[in-house]
């Protein structure tokens, strides 16, 4: 007799559960707010853009998916990086050009799942708002188009994102732990036309790099899209002396970006028209305990562990949370010791992508364009080539692998020290590479063979 499960929310993470488990034999029905995707423009504007990186790919893979997604994929090779005065400088993620991650467009990516979810047989309900939970009964009460409904359910899982209603509906009922952390800064998203014609659209920058207009408290960037033009997101503090509380005329929105972004402002022909139209998104992390209840209730990816988009893991992490349930909710499994597994082996790790997320903002807005910075990558790109059984970068740990993110934050903290010991030399001839070489023998265990990835094609990781 097959399971049955109920979905509340059918984003990324939604359908893609969705699909995992109908793929396995189990009856889904999946409850999403807004209307199917499938049938016109996307609705609600748009968002950040999506870096599809290698814990993404596996569970596309396992869903059977990855060729479809990669056809409508960008490979991103590094971080070109804007400096005031014009100078460009493009900083490889990798150490090869397999090493790279990929820019997908939400909306595009969000068509694909559902349909892939309809595919494997789920039922879709769109247009069902989930309003509150009859705990007691096993009943949903959602808002439809036709009125209030009432349906039951065996077991639920909440993929609603970031103001998932069904947390809220948890936290209320069984006393979850919710500690919300709200940036001081926000964003607000603007566009890079296609150049060419319609008929041979052109990218107007490099399609192959991430690109970063970095200015200390805050920044500019842009990422491709297959259709050839940038989303592009301004991170700026919303109070202080540069703001949005700032930016309240078209006069100051254009000496704002003229003085700061000089070299985007060319590119930027919908500048004000964007600036008033495009609200200004707020930045926050979420941290909660736990994210279950015996074995009635589960939430997933931003509904239990929001981060904010600074290291790009937000869609991976919550991908990985997909192929880890999936894996755990075998015919054999009961949903409550299932449900309390996936929390304990997911939890530590989404609280270290969150603090890493919010440290990946400082080196993306300031210390990419500072020398030190520079000085640390080239010994640490050294240190990777020559001792690649025990040393990666943490970003290459976190992107090109699927190596638990805690351990990765671990790892990450004590090579960060090593670099910073052998930094007092001025150049690579002058490292004690004998001493480097004892300090990661004393300090970092080999890495798994799958994480020694100098010599490896790393495919679409």
Request: one cysteine or more.
């Amino acid at each position: 007799m097959a399971r049955e499960l109920s979905i509340v929310g059918a984003g990324l993470a939604g359908a893609l559960i969705a699909r995992l488990l109908a793929q396995r034999g189990w009856k889904i029905d999946l409850y999403e707010r807004r209307a199917d995707p499938r049938s016109g423009p996307a609705i609600g504007g748009r968002s950040i853009n999506l870096a599809l990186s290698e814990r993404g790919w596996n569970a596309l893979r396992m869903a059977g998916l990855e060729q479809q997604v990669a056809a409508q994929a960008i490979a991103m090779r590094g971080r070109a990086v804007h400096s005031l005065d014009g100078h460009l400088d493009l900083q490889p993620y990798g150490l090869n050009d397999q090493q790279v991650i990929h820019s997908v467009h939400r909306a595009n990516l969000n068509r694909l799942l559902v349909s892939a979810a309809a595919d494997a047989g789920v039922r879709l309900h769109f247009d069902h708002a989930l309003r509150t939970v009859d705990w007691e009964n096993s009943h949903l009460y959602l808002d439809t188009p036709q009125g209030p409904s009432q349906q039951p359910f065996a077991a639920v899982v909440g993929a609603d994102g970031a103001g998932s209603p069904l947390r809220a509906a948890m936290i209320a009922a069984f006393g979850l732990e919710e500690e919300i952390s709200w940036e001081e800064h926000g964003y607000k998203e603007l566009s890079i036309r296609p150049g060419g014609t319609s008929q041979d659209p052109q990218f107007r920058l490099d399609p192959h790099a991430l690109h970063i207009w970095p200015r200390g408290q805050f920044m500019l960037i842009a990422l491709p899209n297959a259709d050839r033009s940038f989303t592009v997101t301004l991170f700026l503090p919303l109070k202080g002396e540069k703001s949005f509380d700032k930016l309240t005329t078209e006069e100051a929105v254009a000496q704002f970006f003229q003085s700061e972004f000089p070299s985007a402002v060319p590119y930027l022909e919908d500048l004000q028209q964007e600036f008033v139209d495009n609200q200004v998104g707020p930045l926050a992390t979420l941290r909660l305990s736990p994210w279950h209840h015996q074995g009635r209730a589960l939430l997933i990816g931003d509904a239990a562990h929001a981060v904010v988009p600074f290291h790009g893991q937000g869609m991976n992490c919550a991908f990985e949370d997909c192929a880890e349930l999936a894996d755990l909710l075998c015919d054999e499994c009961d949903l409550a010791p299932a449900f309390a597994e996936f929390y304990r082996r997911r939890k530590d790790n989404a609280d270290a992508i969150a603090a890493m997320a919010v440290e990946n903002y400082y080196e993306m807005r300031d210390h990419v364009a500072r020398a030190d910075y520079q000085w640390a990558k080239q010994i640490e790109s050294a240190l990777a080539r020559r001792f690649p059984q025990r040393f990666l970068s943490r970003y290459a740990q976190v992107s090109f692998t699927r190596l638990p993110y805690a351990e990765a934050r671990h790892r990450g903290a004590i090579q960060s020290e090593i670099i910073q010991q052998l930094a007092q030399a001025s150049s690579l001839e002058e490292i004690d590479w004998q001493l480097a070489e004892q300090l990661i023998a004393q300090r970092l265990q080999p890495l798994p063979s799958h994480a020694q990835l100098l010599n490896q094609e790393s495919g679409h990781g």
